[in-house]
């Protein structure tokens, strides 16, 4: 089975290739717009190749970059994917963001749950998920916040990362958001997971959650980071508090029943593996 996997130069992708080259009789065709090692060289990811599966992880996940982009970029994004489309993969697994939930809504979100487009990312998310949804084969995997080694240096873990060699208070804009916190390697796993099943029974539909289904406010999650390296003592100040709660945790129970993946990683765990990662390139 030839796998197919877009962005191989991202933060996600990489991850998504290595756990594939464990499984047995999958041929691996890695994607990029950049030189790395080991990937085919495309100026446009419509000029990917053929393959029995796709797995699409070439899109901006800055939110801020996108809007600044403008029509150009989402118009881009709309052509690559409708080119990727008709090359007849007889699955196409398409990494898609929980963002598209509302906040002010505190329940868990199953698949089924009410969305809001609010900009265009979200826009560009929804779009390309209906795209993927209305084809053979497609299926939409929607991402809680993925972290571990290689994450982008812009989001929330990474700033209070970057405090934690200090003795000051530990600043994040706000303490009191929740939000869900899923180790890279799960989101790897799941991803593959949604690629190589062949046996997810038709009632389950096509649309996905992955995450943890545990939930962690941001100033907890600053606690832990402080705790873990042994700094419980300093305090967590909010720079900006919101003026309302905020919650996102994914119910991820249809993931589970329809092809078996679970997250394996607490994000205690994960958490000293990152900072045992950080240390170690110091």
């Known amino acids: 089975m030839k796998v197919v996997v877009t962005g191989a130069s991202g933060f996600l992708a990489g991850y998504v290739l290595r756990a594939l080259a464990l499984r047995e009789g999958v041929e ?18 419509s000029h990917s190749p053929a393959g029995d599966v796709l797995i699409h992880l070439a899109e901006n996940c800055d939110r801020a970059e996108v809007e600044e982009a403008g029509e150009a970029y989402e118009e881009g994004v709309n052509a690559t994917l409708t080119a990727l489309l008709a090359k007849g993969y007889s699955r196409v697994v398409y990494a898609s963001s929980s963002v598209l939930y509302d906040g002010a809504d505190l329940s868990m979100r199953s698949p089924e749950a009410a969305i809001r487009i609010v900009d265009a990312y979200t826009r560009i998310k929804r779009n390309s998920e209906l795209a993927v949804l209305n084809s053979s084969g497609g299926v939409v995997g929607r991402l809680s916040n993925v ?40 989101a790897a796993e799941a991803l593959v997971a949604l690629a190589l099943n062949d046996s997810r029974p038709a009632e389950y539909g096509s649309l996905f959650n992955l995450g943890s289904g545990v939930g962690t406010s941001i100033g907890n999650l ?22 309302g709660p905020s919650s996102l945790v994914l119910d991820c129970s249809k993931t589970a029943a329809a092809c078996g993946w679970e997250p394996r990683t607490s994000l205690r765990q994960g958490l000293a593996s990152l900072l045992n990662k950080v240390k170690e390139k110091k």
């Open 222 to 243: 600053a606690r832990l980071a402080l705790e873990v390296v042994g700094q419980s003592d300093r305090i967590v100040k909010a720079r900006f508090p919101s003026p």
């Open 28 to 45: 691996l065709a890695a994607v990029s717009r950049t030189c790395i090692p080991q990937a085919t060289l495309v100026p446009d990811y």
């Open 147 to 186: 972290y571990g080694p290689g994450m982008s240096e812009k989001n929330v873990l990474s700033t209070i990362l970057r405090q934690l060699g200090n003795r000051d208070a530990l600043e994040v804009m706000d303490t009191e958001p929740v939000r869900d916190f899923l180790w890279v390697e799960d």
